[in-house]
Structures are given as structure tokens and as C-alpha cells.
């Protein structure tokens, strides 16, 4: 059966690591920013990348809050396979959210932090709705999860719709990598390609969406 300490790994212990990993891919590359341009981190730059970091604090609270909710669940021969795929779909999310924001910060360089702050901050906002349409998922499961008892344990075909929903979601997380792609595909960040790299990155939450309208119908509502 699935324990604690599993649960802390899925929806704390690797969005945190994903975290650590994204603070210090971007405060790596700034360092190397400021070896080729003097003054570079006397421009407000460091304050700038701590405002890049809260956001890769967002599936850390999430996964805290479905943490919380998925402990009280009744663990059972058919639901454990359920909880533990869920654990692994948020954990993934997690990751290629995180990892995908940093990227556009560091695929951009020094304008991330100077004249194209604002719109960096706005291609970075992108790839986070893979991760809130997990948990908007994840806390669908967990509600059919909360449902079953004792007396009416979740049935397997119940549990395989789950299964099949969250697999979906594992497809839809990579809407994140892939807007951050499509983020970064001119060789300047300027006015005119950010409105192009824009549509792009937006265009590629499509395969999020589909994903989550196919997770929806998946879902027991009894």
C-alpha cells in the first residue's frame, strides 16, 4: 500500500527539488551574465530573480494542498494504484512546469531581467496552467476517492476511469515544455516577437485543454 513517506516524495519532496533546480539553473546563468557585462547584478537584477523564483513556488503549495486532501483517503488493493499514479502525474507536472519556466528566463539572458522583464514574467505565467489543470484533476480523484467507504469501496471500473483520466493528464503536461519551445523560437525577445512568440506559446495549451476535456469525461460522478 502506499505510504506517507510516498505521498511527501510525489507532491512535496520533487516539487521541491524541481524548485531547487530551476533557482539554481537561473541564478547560475545571471552569474555568468555578469562575468561578460559589468554592473549587470547592480540593475535590479537580483530582486527581479526572486520574483522569477515565486513562481516556481506554485506547485509546491499545490502539491501541498492535494497532500493534505489525499491523506484521508481509504487505501485499498484497487485505489492504491490510483493514488500512487496520482502521485506521479502531479510530480511530473511539477517538474516539466518548473523546469519549463526557467528555461524561458534563461533562454533569454540578460533581457529577462532588463527591458523585457514584464514580458518574460508574462510567456513565464504560461506553462503554469499545465500544473493548475492537474490539480483541478487531482482534486476531482481525490473527491471519488473520499466517496468510497468501507461498505462501498471503488469498484476497478471506477478506479481504470481514474487511471485513464490522470494518464491524460500526464499527456497534457507536456503543453508546459512545449509553450516554453515555442516561447523561445525567434532570436530576439523584442515588442513585435513577443506578441508572436505569445500566440505561439498560448497556441500550445491546446494539448492541455484536450487533455483536461478528455480527463473530465473520465471522471465518475457517482
Known sequence: ??????????FLI???LAYAGAAFWVRRTMQKIAEHQLGFLREGVNARFLVFS???????????VVYVTVLPAQVTPVSDPVIRLLGLTYALAAVLTVLSEAWIVVRWKAASYKEMFARVLVLMVIPETAIVWVLTVATMVVG?????TSELPLSQASADRLTLALEFMIAGSFSAPLGAFLSTRQPVLSAQTF???LLWEIAATVLAVACLVLAFQQI???
Do not use: N
Not at 1 to 10: G, P
Not at 54 to 59: D, Q
Not at 144 to 148: D, G
Open 1 to 10: 500500500m502506499v505510504a506517507v513517506e510516498d505521498l511527501l516524495l510525489y
Open 54 to 64: 515565486t513562481l516556481f513556488v506554485t506547485p509546491i503549495l499545490f502539491g501541498l
Open 14 to 16: 520533487v516539487p521541491a
Open 195 to 197: 506578441r508572436r512568440l
Open 144 to 148: 471519488v476517492l473520499h466517496r468510497s
Open 220 to 222: 465518475p460522478r457517482t
